[in-house]
């Protein structure tokens, strides 16, 4: 039973980077942007904050830079896919391939560098309860936050006007326009917004969730994050089910190992990737529902003048 219990912690720990990283682009895609460009943010964000750690030895601090450096990186995709109306879809990629290059290339110097120890943090009481404590109790505080963020994005989303405003931005930018909304101010604050959540999920991941620096090690998860929104049916609940479920399924190899199941690890390590696939295929079996929850202008650039 113990070897669940910790199944389940390192599942709400992977999974808090895929959640933090999948709101962001979710934030993206309400008003109609596309960013294939989470996977560069992450690892830009990933240095930024594992560099002010190593300096600072202060964890906030890392993941303020990490923040910064995913913010920064939105707005200029923002800036070259919303003002100059450059394609969304190589713009992004064109992130990607920026964030990896700048990321090795400024990380040379740390690979070998060494962050503080963490303290151990437990729930007073909860903590302490047999089998649950540990699995849900003794996490770092931006796994609960992560949790806190998603719960604020849906009351943001569904409950106020703002939010109101933010999907119909994403729904018909040419009505929202015509009723006076500042339609490419909305979706560059959105993109800069979203940014942010990737960097964060980046520095996460060096500072907390494997403390060390390594060259592309997001490995991936950037583009779990963007299929997660699809998976997700845009909402944020469902992001944060789908966001632990793919969290699981990665921890799930070193649970097999640890029992004994003797199965081949290169067919373990496959296991997020094939889970990310089969559920994407078994979404697009049915193109009636995407239609129905995706934002209508998605990937579609906006021209105030028309």
């Known amino acids: 039973m113990e070897s669940y219990s910790l199944l389940v912690a390192a599942t709400l720990n992977a999974g808090t980077v895929l959640a ?20 560069g943010m992450m690892l830009c964000a990933a240095i930024a904050g594992f560099a002010t750690v190593v300096h600072t030895g202060n964890d906030w601090l890392g993941f303020a830079a990490g923040i910064a450096a995913g913010a920064f990186l939105a707005a200029l ?6 003002l100059l109306n450059t394609n969304q879809y190589a713009t992004g990629l064109a992130l990607t391939l920026f964030g990896a290059g700048f990321s090795a290339f400024v990380g040379t110097t740390y690979v070998q560098a060494k962050i503080p120890e963490r303290p151990v943090f437990s729930i007073p009481l909860l903590g302490d309860i047999p089998l649950i404590g540990p699995a849900l109790f003794r996490h770092h505080p931006m796994v609960y ?10 009351w943001f989303m569904y409950r106020t006007r703002s939010g109101l405003v933010m999907r119909s931005v994403g729904e018909n930018p040419e009505s929202a326009h015509a009723l006076g909304y500042p339609v490419r101010r909305i979706r560059l604050l959105a993109v800069v917004v979203g940014g942010a959540l990737c960097g964060l999920a980046g520095a996460y991941l060096s500072v907390i969730y494997t403390p060390l620096w390594v060259e592309g090690m997001v490995a991936g998860k950037g583009w779990i994050a963007l299929a997660l929104t699809t998976f997700a049916t845009w909402r944020p609940a469902r992001v944060l089910l789908g966001a632990y479920l793919f969290g699981g399924v990665t921890m799930l190899q070193f649970h097999l190992q640890a029992v004994g199941v003797e199965v081949a690890s290169q067919f373990l390590s496959m296991l997020p990737y094939v889970a990310t696939i089969i559920v994407l295929a078994l979404i697009s079996r049915n193109p009636q529902w ?17």
């Open 20 to 39: 933090l990283a999948s709101l962001g682009l979710l934030i993206n895609e309400k008003v109609g942007i596309v960013n294939l460009g989470a996977e």
């Open 77 to 82: 995709f923002g800036l070259l896919v919303i």
């Open 145 to 154: 936050l992560t949790v806190l963020i998603a719960l604020a994005l849906i």
């Open 290 to 306: 995407i239609r129905i929850n995706m934002p209508a202008s998605i990937g579609k650039p906006f021209y105030p003048g028309s």
